[in-house]
């Protein structure tokens, strides 16, 4: 695959993106939709940067996306609200639950559509404000992604054993590449190729990867966190320092209690 990606504030282009360096295909499996507007009712509106601020003005404070599909299939939608309360989300006025409780981050999927339907996704507030910025909405072309993952399936590692810091498996390239896997990049992981240690690198700042050579491979992934050196080591160090420590601890309780038996028995030789 391709290591070279650079994420951005779309969702469902780094998703694409980060498929397509695993396996290169044409094309997309995202579709736009069209004439994308917002509208807004009984709220004050301001803009800072690129975030749109909503205050309740009236006493039903709603903030609406309406938008034309240009392609039949599952329509989903991204809204990013850095600062937002609590919303009821309906599509077409069928409600589909509260969102933004906790969470500032939200993908939702907002049904299957046909081609050419037109759509609203409405905010019922249900506090003072709410901020959103970045808006996306795509439909799935899902026939695209399914032939996609079909391929990607048929190259994937293909795992023997693993633990909670331990994977091994075999794998087999069609041409040399890197192999591309979903694990967080951490510096605590090392890899091991055929038995050889070898160099892992980030995929987009986030992945883990590690170059791979045309043909058939064992590959092993081991994780060590950091500072796990260093504590085994303090924890050896602890578990031979306790005897000693206890060691001497006895040793003075023992000449405390041989000095008092002195004492006794002078104290018995004087009367």
Known sequence: GNADVTLTADPFANQEALLKSAIPYDGSC??????LKM????????????????EKSGSSPTVSYTF??????????????????????????????VHFTNETRKTVYLGRFDAGE????????????????????????ESLLREQLQRLSSRQLSIES??????????TAEEDGFLFTSIPDDD?????????LTETFSVADTLLAVPITK?????????KPKGMTVGMIITAVTLLTFPVLFFCSLQRKRKKYNLLKKMEAGNEADT
């Open 215 to 223: 043909g058939a491979h064992s590959v092993e992934f081991f994780y």
């Open 30 to 35: 995202w579709a736009d939709v069209s004439d």
């Open 68 to 97: 034309r599909t240009t392609e039949a299939g599952p329509v989903y939608a991204y809204f990013a609200a850095p600062s937002a309360s609590s919303c009821i989300i309906s599509v077409n006025e069928s409600i589909r639950g």
């Open 162 to 171: 693993y633990s909670a810091r331990h994977v091994s498996g075999t794998v």
């Open 188 to 196: 605590g992981w090392s890899v091991r190729v055929d038995g050889v």
């Open 118 to 141: 037109n759509v609203e996704v409405r905010f019922a507030m249900k506090g003072s404000t709410l901020t959103i910025a970045d808006v996306f909405i795509q439909t799935l072309r």
């Open 39 to 54: 509208h807004s009712s009984d709220t004050l509106q301001t803009k800072q940067n690129n975030e749109l601020i909503f």
